[in-house]
């Protein structure tokens, strides 16, 4: 596509350009203008030389006369209805991880994996031309999907933006010399792998951000940060955004809304050497000791092993049980049911109060 012919932002149509056409039905297209082409749908057509030379937010008619307002898309719409090789971080969770890693116009950023080229947008937004973004994906046909869509939304594969094809862990350091990222937004399976990789590559102050889904992983890769002891105390949120229904009187929340996506957790890099000093701050649930860890030990929930002296006479009694059950056998022959009981009974409570007599009684409801 040459630069005449490369999407602009603002302006009135002109070929090249994409369009949102949204129909009565808030059923919404996106076409891009080809001079001599048509636009078919169940009711109608639409020519492109028809919206061509219109300014932004006009009201085109199809042959039957149904209406369709012409817009420019926003990256959202695009991001929202573009080709997904793997899951899509969601503008809410972009716009988050712009803020939260402070990425600024002229930065140099690693973004880890590159999944359909959702984040991949926003980053190349906010960063310009003067910035540079790494992005490393392990599967090619992710990093196919995300070139595609990344030159269809600017209309040119940016040159400020590359894609690596592999571990993060072993091609980082090939790419990126030390210290020479300032962000390092990392949304994989597995972050905690790739913590000493992406400290190597920061320069010192310099953000990581890993962008996780479950809390078993935002645990994990919140305790992996701490360990390395080369990074600030992480901090952790998710966001959640819900609509709303607003047409006069009639003002409520949407029934529907987007919830739980994924967590962001933040940290910044230390000075080579640094040791972070330790918080001052009041004993919370998260704090523990070996009295307290003994309090979740089978022994504590009344879960006790039985000492050698209680288990000798156990045995001694068993034996002097067998004895008499033997005797009584050679003497007087079988006994009745009734009668077994009535002399089995006494022996039972008598050993009953001798165990207790020997170790504390321990209830388990």
Known sequence: MSASHQPQNSGPFREGDRVQLTGPKARKNTITLESGKVFH????????????????????????????????????????????????????????????????????????????GALSLWLLRAIGPSGTLQSFERRDEFADVARGNVKTFFGYDPENWSVTVGDLQETLPITAPAESVDRVVLDMLAPWECLDAAWTALKPGGVILCYVATVTQLSRVAEAIRATGGFTNPQSNETMMRGWHVEGLAVRPDHRMIGHTGFLITARKLAPGTILPELKRRASKSDFSDEDVELWTPGALGERSTSAKVLRKRVRLAEAGAQASLARDLGSGPADDDTEQAEDAPTTAADGRQGDADEPHTSVH
């Open 41 to 116: 749908t169940h009711s109608g057509m639409i020519d492109h030389d028809q919206i061509i030379g219109l300014p932004d937010g006009s009201v085109v008619a199809n042959t039957v006369g149904v209406e369709h307002l012409a817009l420019r898309p926003l990256l959202v719409d695009f991001v929202m209805s573009m080709p997904r090789g793997a899951a899509i971080i969601y503008p809410k969770d972009a716009a988050e991880i712009i803020g939260q890693a402070d990425i600024f116009p002229g930065a140099t950023v690693v973004e880890a994996g590159v999944g359909s």
